[in-house]
Every structure is written in structure tokens, then in C-alpha cells.
């Protein structure tokens, strides 16, 4: 594991939240200080590789560790928290364990997958339930007494429906059968082709057909389709619908399965689609959840998962809770 700790190395820990589409590093000071920071495209095992992963994680490290000025002698740090998509079996965070622990980054290691670190991040203690919704969906849960419930994410073959990739699909799907009348009229008709400036949904279609467009321009789609419904149109409306059924019933399954439903329990609601969809879709989700655990407390993250990782990484290194309370506090979304 290299020569042993510096001085510098035991005071800091590296925090890692890697999910589909992006991912953040953070180094941390043992008092809770955010020292430096990187960001970088998705570099979840799932989608390209271990080897590929642990590449793109480590550069990202050094240029967080250059950033906090510190050197880049192995170890460089106390403890390292890496919590990433695609960490979905046991076996899954073996693999990329082993790959980390090899580069020697710090004398500790923990990884586990990303939508723990959004529950640590968005909850007082760690426990209860969060869902993400990102390029994906997923929900996680830990009780008081260590219990945890999680799904696998691997799409439609686990189950999966409402990841902001998904809903920019429906979006994309309702507008072609209603341009070429298969389907209802809606507004997302002339939203869509207006979102790609094209004279039609069939020019929008053609485009991603030829790869003119990129299949990634989908997600894009996700936040017009909210735009939509919110201005009344009822086959959006239908969509959102159904994506807010989705998200309450990860939050409900996992509150049965692990005996909160009598409790108080957090839950936290994080990811790019969940953090953007406005008040009104909050509120609905809200309002399922409590049926099914009145006592509740429904909350959107406030400051980004990688400060979850960083506050795993705290807890396992000792810091005192002023640190942890620190950190949130200077890195709370405004």
C-alpha cells in the first residue's frame, strides 16, 4: 500500500460519487474543510469497464489532490469513500474493491453503490430511504439497525422504469404518434420538434436514425416533458403520472421491507430529473408516501451525493460531528 502514512495523508479522506452521466471528487479534511474538487463524464464499472473505471477515477483523484495542493505520494489520504452506478451485486463491489485497493490511494477503502451516498448525503444519520433518479432510477434503504434494502438498476431486465433517458423516450414516442396519428394529439408534438429546432418529429427521428443526432440528445427530452405537463397537457400529465407512481412505490416497497412504515423515517429524493421537477410533482410524491408511512418526513437533497461519500468517509475515520455539520453546511445547495 505504498511507504506508510505522511503527515498530510492522514488528515484528509477522498470521497467519490460516480454515477451514469458524471462524476465528483472530493478531498476532505478531517475537520469537514472541502480541500479540493474534480468533475468528470460517468465512469460507472457497469458501463465501461473495471479497468476503464478505475483509470478515470484516478485521474480525477489527482486532479482533486493538484487542486488541494497536496502531493501525490501514495497514500494519499486516511480513507477513501467510492460510491458508484452500477455497484449492483456483491460481487460487482468485490471486483472494483480489489481494483481500487491496488492503487494504493489510502490505507482504507470502502465502495458501495451511489444511491447510498445519496441517502448519507440527504439524511441526518444515513438511514431511511432514497431514491435517485438520474440517467436511471434506483431506491435504497437502511434501517436504525444496520438492515439494508436495495434493487438491482440494471433497466427493463430488472424491473426499471423512469430514468430521465426512459421519460425523454416517452416524451419522444408520443409526439411521433401524434404527429403520424396513431396517437392522441399533444403538446409535445410541436415541443419536441421546436427542442431540436426541426421542422417535424419525423426530421427529429430521421436525425437520430443517421446518428446525426447523438442517442444521449434523449435525456434532453426529459425536462420538456415536465415543462409540458405542467402546462396541462394530458398525455404529459399521463407520463408524469406514472413516473411519480414509480418513485412512491421504491419509496413504499422498500418502508414494508424494512419495518418503517410505523416509524419516522427520512426520505430522500435526489438525481438530476428529481431535483428539477419543480414543486407540484414533489408535493404528489409526497402525498403517496405518506399513506403508506404518515410520519415521514420527505426531503430533495440539498447538496450533492459525493457529499455523502465524504461524510461515509468521515464517519469511518472519527471525525467529530462538528466536521460533518461543517461540511454540509459549506457545500448546501443554495
Not at 436504525?144 to 438498476?153: I, L, N, T, V, Y
Request: glycine content about 14%; proline content about 4%.
Amino acid at each position: 500500500m505504498g511507504g506508510g502514512m505522511t503527515a498530510g495523508s492522514r488528515d484528509v479522506v477522498v470521497a467519490i460519487d460516480g454515477g451514469n452521466s458524471k462524476t465528483d471528487v472530493l478531498i476532505v479534511s478531517r475537520d469537514g474543510r472541502v480541500l479540493g474538487r474534480s468533475r468528470g463524464p460517468g465512469a460507472s464499472p457497469q458501463n465501461i469497464g473495471v479497468d476503464a473505471s478505475v483509470r478515470a477515477l484516478e485521474e480525477l483523484v489527482l486532479e482533486a489532490l493538484r487542486g488541494a495542493g497536496l502531493p501525490d505520494e501514495r497514500p494519499f489520504a486516511a480513507h477513501t469513500s467510492a460510491y458508484l452506478a452500477g455497484l449492483d451485486f456483491p460481487q460487482e463491489e468485490a471486483i472494483l474493491h480489489a481494483a481500487l485497493a491496488a492503487r494504493g490511494w489510502s490505507e482504507t477503502l470502502i465502495v458501495g453503490n451511489d444511491t447510498l451516498a445519496l441517502l448519507r448525503a440527504g439524511s441526518s444519520d444515513g438511514t431511511g430511504v432514497a431514491v435517485v433518479c438520474g440517467a436511471g432510477i434506483n431506491g435504497a434503504g437502511v434501517s436504525a439497525d444496520g438492515r439494508e434494502h436495495r434493487f438491482p438498476a440494471l433497466g427493463k431486465i430488472s424491473g426499471d422504469w423512469g430514468g430521465g433517458y426512459r421519460l425523454g423516450e416517452e416524451a419522444l414516442w408520443w409526439a411521433v404518434r401524434a404527429e403520424d396519428g396513431r396517437g392522441p394529439g399533444t403538446a409535445l408534438r410541436t415541443a419536441v420538434a421546436a427542442h431540436f429546432q426541426a421542422s417535424s418529429v419525423l426530421e427529429v427521428v430521421q436525425r437520430l436514425h443517421f446518428e446525426e443526432l447523438h442517442s444521449d440528445a434523449i435525456h434532453g427530452l426529459c425536462p420538456l416533458l415536465f415543462a409540458v405537463a405542467a402546462g396541462g397537457d394530458e398525455v404529459a400529465q399521463e407520463v408524469v403520472g406514472r413516473f411519480v407512481e414509480e418513485v412512491a412505490v421504491l419509496v413504499a416497497v422498500i418502508l414494508r421491507r424494512l419495518e418503517l412504515t410505523e416509524e419516522a423515517p427520512e426520505v430522500v429524493l435526489g438525481g438530476g430529473v428529481l431535483t428539477g421537477v419543480g414543486a407540484q410533482v414533489i408535493a404528489e410524491i409526497e402525498r403517496r408516501c405518506l399513506k403508506v408511512a404518515p410520519r415521514a418526513a420527505i426531503r430533495v437533497v440539498d447538496v450533492a451525493p459525493v457529499v455523502g461519500a465524504a461524510l461515509f468517509a468521515l464517519d469511518t475515520i472519527g471525525a467529530p460531528d462538528t466536521a460533518k455539520a461543517a461540511l454540509k453546511a459549506a457545500t448546501r445547495r443554495v
